[in-house]
């Protein structure tokens, strides 16, 4: 999957939901930058994780609204996390996760980050 930024993922998940066991699998212990896409609006959110497959759980257990949640959270208990996909941007050593992810955060420009410097 190619965007209009030239930035194509190691790995895409247009179904987050289906492919959740998938994701958790593939993921595992991998340090790396990701992203969520919303299908309906096509915002996005860029995140990064020393473990992604602990990382990306969270997402999934989202069942109710807390104060002070943030966008993306607030974006996929509105929408539903199946009309959500998730790229693995690239997976990276653990002392440059910051710095690739605020190269994403730079050229893709995520609607649903509330911080612009990523750390």
């Known amino acids: 999957m190619k965007n209009i930024n030239n930035v194509i993922p190691v790995k895409s998940y247009f179904n987050a939901s289906e492919d959740k ?24 959110y860029v995140g990064s994780s020393e473990k992604l497959n602990r990382r990306l759980s969270n ?17 996929i208990l509105k929408y539903k996390i199946y009309n959500f996909s998730l790229d693995i941007l690239e997976y ?6 910051i710095e690739r992810e605020q190269y994403y955060l730079d050229i893709l420009k995520p609607e649903y980050n509330i911080l612009k410097i990523a750390g």
């Open 21 to 44: 066991a998938i994701i958790y699998k593939e993921n595992k212990n991998q340090c790396g930058i990701y992203r969520w896409t919303n299908k309906i609006n096509n915002k996005s």
């Open 59 to 75: 997402y999934f257990c989202l069942h109710k609204p807390l104060k002070g949640r943030s966008h993306i959270n607030n974006a």
């Open 92 to 97: 990276c050593e653990i002392n440059i996760k």
